[in-house]
Structure formats: structure tokens, C-alpha cells
């Protein structure tokens, strides 16, 4: 699918993080794009975040970070922020993770916007909806449809996306499910701000429970996640973590010691 984006028009400069290009915004910046974003008449800006995971899988992935260089990047988490100081000599202006960001720009936008919802399992996307309500009344949820529907059914799941002419889509299927079904399935017409937001229903539904705030504040609510979910994230930090750096310091050894740019895959095996 071949979006219509106004990324190539934004003045804000731009990180590669494993030879992906990471928006710099400061937080004010972000939320003030992505409103404008949602109130343009035409065209489509889809905005992904990217983290140490989902930055590993795309490493693997080539279709992956194909379709994600065609979307908007923002920086989420402790580990692209270390990365891009190994790399830069600085961390990003600001973290813009999806679970933060996505509450903080539905009270940003002070026009009441049509909202969809896909994704969650069972009624966490009707909850989430009720929550994301609570917080913005002035706005309108919908929701779409759960996240466990069929490759066969992404067609009529698109479809009632268009019949109910969406301002901005939400979509948590997870990574990289979510960025790759928006970039086959989902069109201009059918909104005009589209974000991949993982587990966000999840915790808005509270399904999943969010580290406490001090936690957060730290920057270790991965540990926090770890903790509560060990079995089904272990992998993801214990082993994807350090992963993400040794890859991160292959890069800074490119750009900064040999003084060019970043190409994904030359001569690496990490």
C-alpha cells in the first residue's frame, strides 16, 4: 500500500536507529503535528514508535522495515534513547511511547475527532473505548473490531473502516502484525492519522496493569512488565535487550569511528 504521508514535509530532524529514520521531536512538537495531521482534508500520515523489540525485528525483517520506512517513526523507551546516544552523542528530545503519547494527544486535540479502535482480545477495545471516553468525552469512539480476526476478514474489517468515516484509527495489534496490516489494508480515505499502538488497549482497558508512576518516571517499566509477564517477555529483554545494544554499538562503530553513514546488513552477523 502506498500512503498518502506529509512525513517528507515536516521540519524535524532525524536519528537512524539501525538504519531506521527516528523522528526528533520534543513532546509539544509531536502532539502539534499529529493534530495537524488528524485535521488536513486529504491524505494520510501513519505514525509507528519504535523500541529495542520491535527494532530487532525488523533487523530480521526485511518487509518489516520496508513498510516501517514508509511510515512516520517516533522514539519509545529507555533503549532507542541509549541508542541513540551510543550513536549521536545524545539522547532524543523526548519519549514518545504510544501508551503516554496516544491519552496526551486525545487531549491535545480540542476539535471532537471520530475514533476507531482495532485490536484487543474479547471486550478490552469496548473498555478501552469507555476509558479513552472518560478522559476525552468531547471525542468519539468506536470500535471496529477485536484483534483476533482472520487473515481472510482483513478485507471486511477495512471495509467497515471506510463505512465509518474515521478521522483517526487506532490499531494494537502488536508488532510487526500491526504496521504490516495498516500498510496492506488501510487507505487515505479511511483516516487521516493512523497510529500503531501495541498493548496500548490493554492497559487503558486495564487488562494489563502499568507500573506505578515512580517506576515509570525511572524509566523501568520494562522490569515492572518483566516482572508481572516473565514467561511471555523474558526472551523479549533478557535476551532481546543486550541484543539491541551489541547492534546499536556495531552502528556507533560505523558512524563514528569510521566515519559513514549506517547501511543495515553490510558485513554484520550480529
Not at 48 to 77: C, H, K, T, W
Not at 164 to 188: A, F, H, M, T
Request: aromatic share 10%; hydrophobic share 50%.
Amino acid at each position: 500500500m502506498n500512503h498518502i504521508s506529509h512525513l517528507k514535509s515536516a521540519a524535524v530532524s532525524r536519528r537512524a536507529i539501525l538504519g531506521l529514520d527516528v523522528s526528533c521531536f520534543t513532546y509539544a512538537e509531536a502532539l502539534a503535528f499529529a493534530n495537524q495531521m488528524a485535521c488536513l482534508p486529504l491524505g494520510q500520515t501513519v505514525i509507528s514508535f519504535l523500541n529495542a523489540n520491535n527494532a530487532n525485528i525488523m533487523y530480521a525483517d526485511a518487509e518489516y522495515r520496508e513498510v516501517l520506512a514508509r511510515q512516520m517513526i517516533l522514539p519509545d523507551g529507555v533503549g532507542v534513547d541509549i541508542a541513540a546516544t551510543v550513536v549521536y552523542g545524545d539522547k532524543f528530545p523526548a519519549n514518545l511511547n504510544g501508551t503516554d503519547f496516544v491519552p496526551a494527544l486525545l487531549t491535545y486535540m480540542d476539535r471532537p475527532k471520530r475514533i476507531g479502535l482495532i485490536g484487543g482480545l474479547g471486550d478490552v477495545a469496548e473498555k478501552a473505548a469507555m476509558n479513552f471516553k472518560r478522559h476525552a468525552p468531547w471525542h468519539e469512539f468506536v470500535v471496529v473490531s477485536d484483534g483476533y480476526f482472520d487473515d481472510a476478514d482483513s478485507v471486511a474489517v477495512a471495509e467497515r473502516v471506510e463505512a465509518l468515516k474515521l478521522d483517526i484509527l487506532l490499531v494494537g495489534l502488536g508488532s510487526p502484525k500491526q504496521e504490516k496490516w495498516v500498510d496492506n489494508y488501510i487507505r487515505p480515505e479511511h483516516a487521516r492519522l493512523v497510529l500503531c499502538v501495541g498493548a496500548l488497549f490493554d492497559f487503558v482497558g486495564k487488562a494489563v496493569p502499568r507500573a506505578p508512576r515512580v517506576v515509570r518516571r525511572l524509566r523501568l517499566e520494562w522490569i515492572f512488565r518483566l516482572l508481572i509477564e516473565p514467561k511471555r517477555l523474558w526472551r523479549r529483554y533478557i535476551i532481546g535487550n543486550p541484543l539491541f545494544i551489541a547492534r546499536t554499538l556495531r552502528q556507533a562503530f560505523v558512524v563514528r569511528v569510521l566515519g559513514r553513514p549506517y547501511l543495515h546488513g553490510e558485513n554484520l552477523t550480529v
